[in-house]
């Protein structure tokens, strides 16, 4: 299982910063609202500054054959551009002009997957700055985990991810193609607990344990996504670890709510991330 690496730098990244300038040549400072953006396997999400989330499901029957999203990764850009605008219509929003966009990525999305999804909120958006965050790490955020180390999973539709953070960092991150999505029965919850677990122990015990993520597991796993809606699974996934195993308020829109903070605080330092 791949290692992702502990992002460098700030933890924000961006791309495209535009600077503003007011109808004279004086150089102005302009705040635009921030935008938050969660582009999941099972739903996409958006979230205008204090606004409620808006929310369109992409994991129906019809989205089986041609999806948008797949275990984690934008595959048909046009079809979500499509989505989001409609999305966007149907709840009578409008798109303030250059805003900052704030989007949540997997752990482990290579560059070829940051410039689809670039594209795609540049159609939708054409944002004077566009930053991401890592799922795992806005998760934690907006469940409002605490400093220290931390281990948090992610249990999503079609992609799980476990990480170690530190100090509201990812320090490692595990991910594995299953989700709630997959789940049919006992049994397949029981695959998704033992694949968590192993992740875990591959984080605490492997042979490039994080030092403090055994101390961590042992004061609990942080879960978030739709798999911390599923007692059942927390109860095995516990059951397996021996470790406590606490579900975050708002699991479903955790990583939306911490990517939404996340854009709130870089519109108030515009010099973040540039």
Known sequence: MPVAQAPTGHPLDTAGAVSARTGSDAPATIRPSPIAVDLGSGQLRIRLGGHEPLT??????????????????????????????????QHR????????VVVCRP????TADQDTTRRVLDAVFAPARLLFIDTVRA???????????LLVADVGAQLTEVAVLRDSQVVAGRRANLGTGDLADRATVDVLADRLARL??????????????????????????????RP??????????GAPVHRAAGPRTAALTGASLAAAAAARHPAVGD
């Open 107 to 110: 752990l482990l999305a290579t």
């Open 93 to 100: 929003v409008g798109v303030p002009a250059r805003p900052l």
């Open 200 to 229: 875990l122990r591959d984080l605490t015990h492997g042979p490039q344990a994080v030092p403090g993520a055994t101390a961590a597991l042992a004061r609990g796993l942080v879960l978030v996504g739709d798999g911390a809606t």
């Open 232 to 241: 059942d699974l927390r109860d095995r996934l516990a059951a397996m670890t």
């Open 56 to 89: 369109t499901l992409v994991a129906d029957r019809s989205a089986r054959r041609h999806p948008l999203v797949r275990r984690g990764r934008l595959i048909d850009g046009r079809g979500c551009v499509t989505a989001l605008s409609q999305l966007l219509r």
């Open 139 to 149: 998760a934690a955020i907006g469940a409002g985990a605490g400093a220290g180390t």
